[in-house]
């Protein structure tokens, strides 16, 4: 089980500390640099917005979105293995987006960061995501995580079938 856990939340993790590691260096960092008017423009408008419209473009250009939904391929996975019927494994994987996505979870996600996070800081975060650096690195985990599919499909499969075939073993006290 503790290979599930790790593929499921090590993508988050990695988020996790690059958005920590990149606004600890922007922080540490007193460099001045003269502003674009596309920079300038770009700060008005967003101390013009309601922090929950902040909340959302933040969501939005950090692509939660697109990887909460992205996460329901590793539940197909589970469910339906390898198939030589790709048309079926898309076609479940959008069943499980309509029916569980991003789109019935957004509201929330968006409250806590409305809760999480002054204005100010979501401004900054607006800021930080829109920076060219940033979107690389996104964009090069994101891709990450679509190369290392066919080994995650491998893995988690023969994690199911160990434990489906006694190999793995649960702890006594968590099958009360």
């Not at 990695?14 to 700060?43: D, F, G, H, I």
């Not at 920076?131 to 199911?160: G, H, I, M, S």
Request: hydrophobic share 40%; glycine share 4%; charged share 25%.
């Amino acid at each position: 089980m503790k290979a599930i856990e790790v593929s499921f939340w090590l993508p988050k993790v990695l988020l996790a500390s690059c958005l920590l590691l990149t606004a600890c260096t922007a922080n540490s960092q007193q460099v001045s640099q003269a502003q674009t008017p596309k920079e300038v423009r770009s700060e008005v408008a967003a101390a013009t917005k309601s922090k929950q419209e902040l909340a959302r473009e933040v969501l939005t250009e950090f692509g939660i979105a697109q990887r909460y939904d992205l996460h329901f391929m590793g539940i197909v996975d589970m469910g339906v293995g390898p198939t030589s019927r790709p048309k079926f494994y898309t076609w479940l994987h959008q069943v499980l987006v309509q029916g569980a996505g991003w789109k019935r979870t957004e509201a929330k996600y968006v409250a806590r960061l409305e809760s999480d996070f002054t204005e100010a800081e979501l401004q900054e975060l607006l800021s930080l995501a829109k920076r060219p650096l940033f979107k690389k690195l996104l964009k090069a985990e994101f891709q990450a995580y679509d190369d290392v599919t066919p080994d995650r499909r491998k893995l988690l499969n023969q994690v199911w079938d160990d434990y489906n075939s006694g190999k793995i073993d649960a702890p006594p006290d968590i099958l009360k």
